[in-house]
Structure formats: structure tokens, C-alpha cells
């Protein structure tokens, strides 16, 4: 008896699997048969229009997977980037209801797919870059039965960005891929443009020296043939700004200590020096990495100016120690011209200028000074003048900073 049952068993699942694998080769050739159908009559080469004359209206939706490169010095960059065509095709169509069927593949050299190029790239100008021969057979054409079909194709985009270092290194660019369809009556559909941020970045993997904060579609204003997809860069500059900002940050208040040297220390001259070639070094060093155009950065201006200001840091060091050892008895009057000046201005006695010429003038306790006491008054005032400016440097910076995050 248990045989029986165990034969029933294994007897019942054969005949359940042969008439599963039965059906699903009925569906296997309904496809096949549904696809031969199709294409009796379709040709790849003309339009899938009834009406040579009708428009096909393409919806591009771009996914960018990675930034490559950014090179500001040539102007180019590289990402990795998807684009997804969708269309109607009028010729390819088929009742659900009859054949159960919901999707048809086709590869892309059998049926009519809109071809999309690159205007400003550098190297491969179409979007449909196949690795090799096996991967172009298995990329397909996926049709409905209504007539709507989608393929999805790209790879690495090299093209040309126009960049602008004024902000360096709180820079930001916006590079574009230039689209467009090379057959006529393709156009764009107009719901495509705008902001496609969040769509476009969803598998996005970050970069360590750039973020992508935008991606915005925007047509041709005289043709609607283009699809321009602008991409916004910017800069993570915290390296740049350790490494570089920071630095000149601090020797440029360094600078300000060359005056609170001693001068009987001899190291007055050498400082000054020292924070001069440092910063010629810092300027050689950023020179090298900025493209070589009219527009100068900010940071270029900055380090111009702090070369300057060291220069003349270097000369009023070597003056004042020409004046620290010079003799008291030596002409200092017309040196000391300014605290006449002063003394005059804060006079409280004033009287009319009929009087001022009879009327002498009030001892200056300045013509009394050594050029030692001299000195000390230079030293101060410089003290005075550079802190003032490492102060507007700082706030400088700050405003950058504060642009950058509100950008």
C-alpha cells in the first residue's frame, strides 16, 4: 500500500512539472512569435510614424553615477553618466489581453531608436559608447503593448567645461553636456527640462575633491533638438584651506612680530626675509595649479598683496635699524615734520592767523627725542598697521566662507 502511494505521488508531481514546462514553453513561443509578427513589416531605418511627416517626441532622464575628473588647468570633465530615452513607437504594438504578454526586448540594431550626440565632448561624440561587440548585442530596446518604449545608454562623458578660478579655492563651476538629436522631427519633450537633482543623483557616489549640488536641464531657446544638462561643482575646500588659506594666515601674522624684535637681536632683517621668500614660495606653488587665463583669484590678489607687504615689512625693518643707531645729534627735522603736524592740530590755543605770525611757536617735545625713542614710535605704528590688515584678511575670508554656504 505504501508503494502505491509513494508511486501516486512521484507520478502526480511528473505530470504537474511537464505541464508547467509546457506552458512556459507556450509563453516562450508566444514571444517569439509576437516579436516575428512585429517585425515583419518594421524597417529600423524610417521613422515609427504612419506619417513620415509626425513628430516623435523623446523624454531624456539623466542618472550620473560618478565624477571621474575635474581638471580646471585644460577645462575638461568626466563623469560617468546614464541617460534613459523614452518614446512612442506607433508601429510596435500588440494586444495584452490576446497574448498575456507586457514587455517585448528588442537589441538596438533591430528596431529605430532616436540617436543622441555630444557637441562639446572630447572624445566619443554618441551617447550609445558600447564597451564591445557583447555588449552591444545585450543592450535592448524594451517595448509595451502601447506603443511606449525605453532604452537606457551612456559611459563615460569627457567634455569641455568653461571654468572661472576667481573664488578659488571656494570655487564653484557649472559644466554642461551639450545634447542634441542628429535625425529631424526628433525633438524634446518640454516636461523634461528643470531641476532633475534628486533623480539624477539617487546613485551618485561622492567625490573626495567636489560635490554636485545641481543638475538642471535647460533647452535650447531656437531649438528644441538640445538637451543642455547643466552639472554645478563645487569645491570641498577644507584641504585647500588647511593647507593653504591657513598658512598664509598665519606667516602673514607672523609679520607683525618682525617689529616686536629687539634690534639689538640681529634677527630683525633675517625674519622679514624669511616671511618674504615664504610667501613667493606660496605663490609659485598656487600659480602652478591655476589654468592660465586673464581672470586672476582672489587668492592670487591676496598673496600679491602679502608679497608686497612683506616687501615693504623688509625696508621699514632695515630703516629702522638705520635710524636705532644712528647720533641724537644728528638733523632729524625733516623726520620728524609729522609730530610738528600733530602738535600743531592739538593745540587748543589757537588764534587767528594775523596772530600766528607773532606769536611763536609751542615747544615740541618731539625735538627733544632720541632716534631711539623715534624708533619705538615706528615700530608701534607698524605694529599697529599690520594688525589692521591681517584683521581685513580675516574678514575677508569670513564673507567668502559665508558666500559659500549661502550659494
Not at 516623435?56 to 575635474?70: G, N, T
Not at 568626466?78 to 526586448?105: A, C, G, P, Q
Not at 632729524?332 to 592739538?346: E, H, N, P, V
Request: overall charge negative.
Amino acid at each position: 500500500m505504501a508503494k502505491i502511494v509513494w508511486f501516486l505521488v512521484v507520478f502526480t508531481y511528473q505530470v504537474f512539472g511537464c505541464l508547467a514546462n509546457l506552458q512556459e514553453l507556450d509563453e516562450y513561443q508566444k514571444v517569439r512569435q509576437l516579436k516575428s509578427t512585429l517585425m515583419e513589416k518594421y524597417s529600423n531605418q524610417i521613422i515609427p510614424r504612419k506619417s513620415i511627416s509626425d513628430e516623435v517626441i523623446v523624454k531624456v532622464s539623466p542618472y550620473i553615477d560618478l565624477l571621474l575628473d575635474f581638471n580646471e588647468n585644460v577645462g575638461t570633465f568626466s563623469v560617468i553618466v546614464r541617460f534613459k530615452l523614452m518614446w512612442n513607437d506607433h508601429l510596435i504594438k500588440w494586444n495584452v489581453t490576446e497574448n498575456d504578454i507586457y514587455v517585448v526586448r528588442f537589441p538596438v540594431d533591430e528596431v529605430w531608436l532616436p540617436k543622441m550626440m555630444i557637441r562639446n565632448t572630447v572624445e566619443k561624440r554618441s551617447i550609445f559608447s558600447f564597451d564591445d561587440r557583447l555588449d552591444q548585442k545585450t543592450t535592448y530596446v524594451s517595448h509595451l503593448p502601447d506603443g511606449h518604449a525605453y532604452v537606457k545608454a551612456g559611459g563615460i562623458v569627457e567634455a569641455i567645461c568653461i571654468t572661472s578660478m576667481y573664488y578659488f579655492p571656494f570655487d564653484s563651476h557649472v559644466c554642461t553636456i551639450e545634447l542634441y538629436f542628429e535625425e529631424n522631427q526628433v525633438y524634446i519633450g518640454d516636461y523634461t527640462y528643470g531641476d532633475q537633482t534628486k533623480p539624477a543623483l539617487q546613485g551618485f557616489t561622492p567625490h573626495d575633491g567636489w560635490d554636485i549640488t545641481n543638475v538642471t536641464a535647460v533647452q535650447d531657446e531656437y531649438n528644441r533638438a538640445t538637451y543642455n544638462l547643466q552639472i554645478k561643482l563645487e569645491r570641498k575646500p577644507l584641504f585647500l584651506f588647511v593647507s593653504l588659506v591657513l598658512p598664509v594666515l598665519l606667516v602673514g601674522f607672523v609679520n607683525i612680530f618682525v617689529f616686536c624684535l629687539p634690534i639689538e637681536s640681529g634677527e630683525r632683517i633675517s625674519l622679514a626675509v624669511t616671511l618674504f621668500l615664504t610667501f613667493v614660495v606660496i605663490m609659485t606653488m598656487v600659480d602652478e595649479n591655476l589654468p592660465e587665463s586673464s581672470e586672476i583669484s582672489i587668492v592670487i590678489v591676496i598673496l600679491l598683496l602679502k608679497v608686497v607687504i612683506s616687501v615693504l615689512t623688509t625696508v621699514m625693518a632695515i630703516i629702522t635699524i638705520t635710524l636705532y643707531y644712528r647720533h641724537d645729534d644728528f638733523e632729524k627735522k625733516s623726520l620728524l615734520k609729522w609730530f610738528t603736524c600733530a602738535q600743531i592740530c592739538r593745540h587748543k590755543g589757537k588764534v587767528k592767523d594775523e596772530q600766528t605770525s607773532q606769536t611763536p611757536l609751542p615747544s615740541l617735545p618731539g625735538n627733544n627725542m632720541g632716534w631711539k625713542e623715534i624708533v619705538q614710535i615706528i615700530d608701534r605704528f607698524c605694529i599697529v598697521v599690520l594688525g589692521l590688515e591681517f584683521v581685513c584678511e580675516i574678514v575677508a575670508v569670513l564673507i567668502l566662507l559665508r558666500g559659500r554656504q549661502l550659494s
